[in-house]
């Protein structure tokens, strides 16, 4: 009879260790596969609170918010203001006697921060060279693909107030 130099029980041949082979190829796959699985399951939740933000967006109220007196803003110059929310940004542009156009000044590709440019009479976000055009937020150059988000504006008196935000169709 043949001696075996090692155990048979021994992948490594050089190293003694109980339960070498409760995990093998398989098992570990099943583990991999239900990890997956219950993480996939953990975000339904996050799913659902989504989707039901996203089809409520036509029914949302907005504040009315105050951003500037008229006589304040002179054509062709711009204001920052913050709407809906303390944490988002946006920026009004008056383009003529009577036009204000307002808008969130997040980059549609990105999120950086759009600036207006009255010597080009466009929006630039200076991250990728993307531009805007001041009259419908449509991207005319650079990576942005999407408008962006328009504010409405309204006039009572000489106070320019922003009442909601137009999201784009996508």
């Known amino acids: 009879m043949e001696k075996k130099p090692f155990d048979e029980d021994n992948y490594t041949h050089n190293i003694h260790k109980d339960n070498e082979r409760s995990l093998d190829r398989r098992g ?22 989504a989707a039901k933000e996203l089809l409520g967006l036509k029914n949302k109220s907005y504040v009315k918010k105050e951003i500037a007196d008229v006589k304040s803003l002179m054509v062709g110059q711009s204001v920052e203001f913050s709407y809906p929310s303390d944490h988002e940004s946006a920026l009004l542009i008056r383009l003529s006697d009577n036009e204000y156009k307002a808008y969130q000044n ?3 590709h990105l999120k950086c921060p759009v600036f207006w440019s009255s010597e080009d009479e466009h929006m630039v976000c200076p991250c990728h060279h993307g531009v805007f055009d001041p009259k419908t937020g449509i991207p005319t150059a650079g990576p942005p693909r999407r408008p962006l988000p328009e504010v409405v504006v309204t006039i009572e008196g000489n106070t320019i107030y922003a009442i909601g935000v137009k999201r784009y169709e996508t």
């Open 28 to 49: 570990f796959m099943k583990t991999m596969v239900g990890a997956a699985g219950l993480f996939a399951v953990s975000t339904l939740p996050w799913g659902a609170l």
């Open 106 to 108: 997040a980059c549609t």
